[in-house]
DNA sequence: AGCAAATACCTCTTGCAACAAGGTATATAT
DNA sequence: ATATATACCTTGTTGCAAGAGGTATTTGCT
């Protein structure tokens, strides 16, 4: 029998979205821009991208959200919960296990990669 | 018309594979093992991860390989073509960049984060 | 001698994440 | 008037990565 397992490299946006959103609520129209201003224009996350995970984010309880009438726009404003935070707290650590273990593969002796 | 761009994120694993066949000729299952050590078991690419990769990079000109019988073994060594070694350098930029991008992402104004 | 584990190659099927595209609607700027 | 920006959303597609399993030889254990 087949049992799927995430990749090591998913979650990244979920990481993202949670990460910009403990520097304070947010909506998100406003997230997917402040995310790509927060990686200098690196990383471009389509709503098609964000909209799901926001709402699956919140269905899992990691995120909170209120609905706000501002200009004749409904925004709907999320922030994390206790729980999201915690769970952000362990995607940081996961991330920077992963990277740290790509970076030493990277780093070591190298022959063409030595001159760059 | 939907026309799909592979996710930022993909290509770990080639990125991997490439780099560490840069230190020198390996065989796949030998690669296997290699990754491991490399990124202190942090990472464990499988074998239906990497021998279709391997394939998929020589028919793509990246790798040559050539077949040795040792200990009444078949071993196919795979070694970086010119092509394959400049690949990987812009594979290496790449990485490269989105994890600063996500470093700075990530390491930027917090609240809950700053308490790690 | 017998059996398990390691070595060494391979393919098939599946799950799902991330994506592009497109849809609705209001406000603003030209 | 018309286009762009704002603001929300869903649907369908694709391909990566993973697990599982298959073949065959050799080595180590008892």
């Known amino acids: 029998m087949y049992m799927a397992n995430p990749s ?3 979650g990244v946006p979920e990481l993202l ?5 403990d520097t304070g609520e947010m909506y998100g129209y406003e997230l997917v821009q402040a ?20 709402h699956a984010l919140e269905r899992e309880g990691m995120l909170k959200s209120r609905r ?4 004749g726009r409904t925004r ?3 922030a994390l919960t206790r729980k ?9 650590r996961h991330w920077q296990h992963i990277t740290d273990a790509i970076g030493l593969a ?8 030595a001159m760059l």
């Open 84 to 92: 999201g935070e915690k769970h952000l707290a362990g995607l940081v």
């Open 106 to 113: 990277i780093g070591g002796t190298a022959h063409a990669a």
């Open 76 to 78: 709907v404003y999320y």
């Open 8 to 10: 090591f490299m998913n």
């Open 17 to 21: 979205i949670l990460r910009t959103l």
């Open 68 to 71: 706000k009438l501002v200009n």
């Open 35 to 54: 995310i790509r201003a927060r990686t200098n224009q690196a990383i471009r996350l389509g709503e098609g991208v964000v909209y799901p995970a926001l």
